[in-house]
């Protein structure tokens, strides 16, 4: 029996309208092995007469292939290329034009161009040059396809195991909280240590989920305009008492309040990792400096802390799964390894990123960056 693909999309750009037409007129009816079975891909077309017209056209239908002419009125093709690198879009693209040299493919292929045709050409070296970017577009995306079911069958397999540890997990931290108050001295003291790791168990089942559920686009996700500043002030309120404990001061730099296009939990999330870590890896009497503003294109938080700091080698490894630094300033820090790894994840999600310096002894600052665009789907946020 035979199967479908989802059409590739292909967007011609060129200002010679008889050539679009002539393209699409053999694209449209050609078909692309997928190498499963005997199912073929079939090829949709838009054409566009310019590279501004392309790239309007590109943010209502994302192509997977674009054949760009190299002279076009107004902006070039090289141009284009700059503007679809800058922007993230992920479209291969197979550079067209009279003006065939040796500097225009090298140019064109460092600017990301996958391939590179030139007039003028036939419609069996039109179809071959298509061929093989599409085999490469449909290999990723069986990858991708791949990729997302380990994602899904991950998130499904820790679903069941938290569901299975949470339950005697709290009847052991039930127990405990019964006998802290019924036993004197170093006993209590004993139990006080066994509610610690029981806490610090749950956390790591929790952070757990929250990781696989971006990853996997199982999270449930409500974007709506957030009040940001709103969102730090809930989050400062949250880490004032462990703070205070420690005589660690907060100090807040933010709007009254900043408005974003945003899932608030997510926003949760990222603020109270953020907080909690420059409360816990601070010194004691030292300082959280928090600031919130708009940045060129979004928002921007930084926080920053005067406590142990984190050598270079181990900035490096920071954002990665279950990535804990371990000295003698860590030991006895509770921590699952997990936070910055989701935040990083999260950022992605709104086409920003999360970026450290620090030094060691003098403390640590951490700057998250979040595009005022609408959020990118939840499974494109991998490492």
Do not use: W
């Not at 290329?81 to 292929?109: C, F, N, Q, W």
């Not at 590179?116 to 990723?140: D, M, N």
């Not at 066994?194 to 757990?208: A, F, H, P, V």
């Not at 907060?250 to 945003?262: C, G, K, S, W």
């Amino acid at each position: 029996m035979t199967g479908a693909e989802q059409p590739l999309r292909v967007l011609v750009v060129d200002d010679e309208e008889a050539l679009g037409i002539g393209v699409r007129r053999v694209l449209e009816p050609f078909r692309v092995p997928t190498g499963e079975s005997a199912a073929e891909a079939a090829l949709e077309v838009r054409i566009a007469k310019s590279g501004e017209e392309g790239l309007d056209i590109l943010k209502g239908f994302p192509a997977d292939l674009v054949l760009l002419d190299y002279k076009l009125p107004g902006m070039n093709g090289i141009e284009v290329l700059r503007h679809l690198s800058r922007d993230g879009a992920k479209p291969m693209v197979i550079m067209i034009t009279a003006y065939a040299s040796l500097e225009t493919a090298v140019k064109a292929t460092k600017m990301g161009s996958y391939d590179f045709l030139a007039k003028p050409f036939t419609p069996e070296e039109l179809r071959y040059a298509v061929r093989k970017a599409a085999e490469h577009i449909l290999l990723r995306r069986r990858a991708e396809r791949l990729a997302a079911e380990r994602r899904r069958i991950r998130f499904e397999f820790l679903s069941v195991l938290a569901h299975e540890l949470k339950a005697p997990l709290d009847a052991v931290e039930g127990y405990l909280d019964i006998l802290v108050e019924k036993v004197p001295g170093q006993s209590a003291q004993m139990l006080g240590r066994c509610q610690e790791r029981i806490t610090g168990m749950k956390k790591l089942i929790l952070d757990l989920l929250d990781l696989t559920r971006i990853e996997s686009g199982e999270k449930n996700r409500e974007l709506r305009r957030v009040d940001l500043a709103g969102v730090l002030r809930r989050g400062v309120e949250t880490q004032s008492s462990r703070a205070g404990k420690r005589q660690i001061r907060i100090e807040v730099d933010a709007p009254p309040t900043l408005d974003f296009l945003a899932d608030e939990g997510e926003m949760d999330i990222i603020v109270n990792n953020l907080l909690s870590n420059a409360v816990k890896y601070n010194s004691p009497g030292g300082r959280v400096s928090v600031a919130l503003r708009r940045g060129p294109g979004g928002v921007e938080l930084r926080v920053a802390d005067t406590g142990i700091g984190i050598a270079e080698d181990d900035q490096r490894k920071l954002f990665k799964e279950f990535v804990r630094i371990r000295n003698a300033e860590t030991a006895g820090i509770p921590g699952s390894g997990l936070g910055l790894s989701t935040v990083r994840k999260l950022t992605m999600l709104y086409g920003g990123d999360v970026a450290v310096e620090s030094l060691v002894g003098k403390g640590s600052a951490f700057t998250v960056r979040l595009r005022e665009a609408a959020p990118a789907p939840v499974q494109n946020a991998q490492v």
